[in-house]
């Protein structure tokens, strides 16, 4: 209890301790090999959800001092890819379909046309996040081939070489959204296809291996967070990585 005329400190939100997310890969928290190249993005969540790269010729590199002080994860146009090892998908997605993910990263080239972030057992059952180089962000979840497992957003290009934070959402009534440092750009209310959390399949970062991008956090949670946590979340990576937001 306080002493009387004293005020307690307010605890900072921290979306690690007070959201319990299923996956958390940060620039800070890696194992390097010769020459910076990164071998480990360690999940910080502590759920064990990895991703690695043990041959050296396709390792990022770990490069410091990107944003506010921060290293960052540069991975390398037709070289750099991770992977989570064995199937991981029902420790990152609900049983009933919700999840939110939010990505820290510095696209450094207008002809980007890559898989950041990608689950993919089945062409009717993935979960890809796309920067393209149409300055399309697109968000693929389920079967690939119906409209309405898909949003998109055009306007990619005005962050090209700014580091941005996007987040996508999907929540139990198949309505999702994109944001791009919490302006919303797009939106979809029938992401009907429903995904198999069961399916052994690993999660990629850089799967088609033609990006040059700055990666500094990936934060995935098992469900669609509340506005409040959500804006909240948003606010922290604005204040870590000097970002400005809607």
């Known amino acids: 209890m306080s002493s009387p005329g004293i005020i307690s400190a307010q605890r900072v939100?921290?979306?690690?301790?007070?959201?319990n997310p299923a996956q958390v890969l940060k620039s800070t928290n890696v194992v390097t090999a010769?020459?910076?190249?990164?071998?480990?993005m360690t999940d910080s969540a502590g759920n064990n959800?990895?991703?690695?790269q043990n041959?050296?010729?396709l390792q990022p590199l770990l490069v410091l001092d990107q944003q506010n002080g921060l290293p960052a994860i540069r991975f390398i146009p037709n070289f750099s890819i991770m992977r989570t090892v064995g199937p991981v998908l029902g420790a990152l997605i609900s049983g009933n379909n919700e999840?939110?993910?939010f990505i820290v990263f510095k696209n450094n080239d207008t002809g980007i046309s890559t898989q950041l972030y990608h689950w993919l057992p089945g062409n009717n059952n993935r979960i890809q996040i796309l920067p393209q180089n149409t300055g399309q962000l697109i968000w693929w979840h389920g079967a690939t081939t119906s409209g309405e497992s898909r949003i998109f957003t055009n306007s990619l290009f005005p962050f090209q070489g700014i580091t941005t934070i996007m987040s996508f959402i999907i929540r139990n009534d198949s309505s999702g959204e994109v944001r791009l440092n919490n302006d919303l750009k797009a939106i979809s209310i029938n992401l009907t296809s429903s995904i198999d959390n069961t399916a052994t399949a690993p999660i990629f970062i850089a799967f088609d291996q033609d990006m040059d991008v700055d990666l500094f956090e990936i934060a995935v949670f098992k469900t669609a967070l509340s506005d409040d946590n959500f804006a909240r979340t948003y606010r922290q990576f604005s204040a870590k990585y000097n970002i400005a937001i809607s």
């Open 49 to 52: 959800l990895h991703v690695l």
């Open 34 to 40: 010769i020459g910076n190249a990164v071998s480990q």
């Open 55 to 57: 041959t050296a010729s």
């Open 99 to 101: 999840m939110t993910v």
């Open 13 to 19: 939100f921290d979306y690690e301790v007070d959201l």
